[in-house]
């Protein structure tokens, strides 16, 4: 009975040990599968082919020959997957941006310069056809006391002249409204350190403007002049804002400062965006704010507190005031309220691509007395330029 169990532990040992030796060796088998899967490789865009490290020569190892074997085996030594390249894309320089989006300019603005050229190339002008000069330039928004003073300077100049040759009057034409929209504003943005700390720049409107796309735009702007750039997106009232913006700032290596939560004290995002900006000394610091501010009294609350807070640690050097130039005179009267909150130092206007109502620019710096220094052509991500009064003009009456 004893010699029986002997053999019985002899036989299962064995067995025990052939399965476990089978195991090991299934193992061991899908380890090397594993390794030999060829990794994915992240695909990149053509224009980034420039930006990858010269490709080696593949490596291959030779197998030793082996009876019945052919002649040469190549194994191909798995490489070691590498993470995604960011594709940073590279934006277009703010020179000569104007010039590309004039023709955009053009479309919107041609009807006013084409119909007051008709009107005052006319053999007679009498007081029925300086009304309609009048009317016309009123509609492009251009306001009623800059209306005036260009029909009463066109009125001397043909009356001293006597002429109505299409090319003089175009000449005066083109002279008086660039008086108007008085070229010699300082249209710089403050967008260099100052000392030892970066520029900021807070920009603010009401909602809908195109704050954010705004925002996004001129990182691109200034990534183009080289500068380095932070973003805060102190638009904690829309939801889905901060994301955009970072999302704009992601395409050209520029970071965001944003709060995860909702809601969050968009003075307290600020605050953030300028300390990282100081610690990383970047050029500018650029933030975003909400619009969508019930009334005066809550906008002067959010927004002065923003400034104050800001303010703790650096000054604000630049506040844009982002105005859709498609609302004409009621946009105006929105941004007043801005202005009381804070002091603006310049205006983009958006969406000029969408409106013949070009006398706006003239309004809105009359009535602010600050510059217009960006102008919004479009909803391409370099379809913001630097506003530039002649070709703005040349635009119109060309
Ligand atoms: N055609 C045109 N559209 C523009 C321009 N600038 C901005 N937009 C569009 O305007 C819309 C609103 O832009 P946002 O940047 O979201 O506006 P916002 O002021 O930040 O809005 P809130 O966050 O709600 O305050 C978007 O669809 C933009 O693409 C422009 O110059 N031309």
Known sequence: MDTVLIYVIIGVAIVLGAVGYGVSLLRGRGRTLERQAPP???GLP??????????GPTDTVEAPEAPGAPAEVQVEEPTAPTAPEPTLERPESARGRLQRLRARLARSNSSIGQGLLALLSRGKLDEEAWEEVEDTLISSDLGVEATMELVDSLRTRVKVDGTTDEATVRGWLREDL??????????RIASSRVGDRPAVILVVGVNGTGKTTTVGKLARVLVAEDREVLLGAADTFRAAAADQLETWGARVGVATVRSDKDNADPAAVAFDAVKAGIEEEVDVVIIDTAGRLHNKVGLMDELGKVKRVIEKQSEIDEVLLVLDATTGQNGLQQTKVFSEAVDVTGIVLTKLDGTAKGGIVVAVQRQLGVPVKLVGLGEGPDDLAPFDPEAFVDAIVM
Do not use: H, I, N
Not at 48 to 55: E, K, M, T
């Open 178 to 187: 660039l008086a108007l929209v008085q070229p010699d504003m300082d249209r």
């Open 40 to 42: 994915a490789r992240p």
């Open 46 to 55: 053509a224009e980034d082919l420039d930006r990858r490290p010269p490709a």
